[in-house]
Nanobody
């Protein structure tokens, strides 16, 4: 089992940007983790179900849902065991708790992103 920690959330105005990070715990279990398994970024808005917004395969193929395409950008730093999600041109509808997950079913604790004027 791999432990994941998200960071980089916060509160911004519409049009603002953040960089979310998902870092895997130290240890041999997480060595090369993001090159070995698929991962995803999800978000859950209040009163709604958790939704996959970015799928990032172990071979670096990335798929974005339409609502974030062109505004969200995922990248990896294998040496740091970290996957980033650069979120730009934020809108109020992006307000949610954001989670990262690695296959088969390891999740971070989630981090709040809030957009308000």
């Amino acid at each position: 089992q791999v432990q994941l920690v998200e960071s980089g959330g916060g509160s911004v105005h519409p049009g603002g940007s953040l960089r979310l990070s998902c870092t895997a715990s130290d240890g041999t279990a997480s060595d090369g983790i993001f090159g070995r398994v698929d991962m995803g970024w999800y978000r859950q808005a209040q009163g709604q179900e958790r939704q996959l917004i970015v799928g990032f395969t172990r071979l670096d193929a990335v798929n974005y849902v339409r609502s974030v395409r062109g505004r969200f950008f995922a990248s990896k730093d294998h040496a740091k065991k970290t996957v980033y999600l650069q979120v730009e041109n934020l809108i109020p509808e992006d307000t949610a708790i954001y989670f990262c997950e690695v296959a088969p079913d390891d999740w971070g604790q989630g981090i709040q992103v809030a957009i308000s004027s």
